[in-house]
C-alpha cells in the first residue's frame, strides 16, 4: 500500500483515473488516498477538466524527526471532454476517490433560416 501511495505522488507520473461516458456526459473517479479535500482543484477551460492536487508533509520545522518520509508533492491532469454544460459540474471525495460527473452540453436547436434573395 505505501508503494501505491509514493506512486501516486511521485514526479513524472499522473493521477490513475477512470473516464466513463454515458449519454448523459461523464463520470471521472480519481485516485487520492489520504488526500485533503481542500488540497484539491478543479477548474474548467473551453472544455477541458484540469485536476490538481497538492499533498502536504504536514511537518512542522520546530519538530526533531527521527524518520521523516512525508514529503510535498503536487500532481495535476487535464481531460478534454468537448462540448460541456460548465454550471453542471459536481465533485466529491469519499474514502480516497474524487468522483467528479460533467454532463454534456445540450445540442442547440438548429434554426431555420429563410434567405432573402436580392
Known sequence: MLDFINDLFQVGTYLRS????NENG???NVLMP???KDDIDIEVEDGSLK???KALDGADSNDTYLV???SSQAASRSFYLGEINEESI??????GVLTVEVNKK???ASKKRIIQID
Do not use: C, Q, R, T
Open 34 to 36: 489520504g488526500v485533503n
Open 51 to 53: 485536476i490538481s492536487v
Open 68 to 70: 521523516h518520509e512525508f
Open 90 to 95: 459536481k465533485a466529491k471525495l469519499n474514502d
Open 18 to 21: 477512470n473516464v466513463i461516458e
Open 26 to 28: 461523464y463520470i471521472l
Open 106 to 108: 445540450e445540442p442547440e
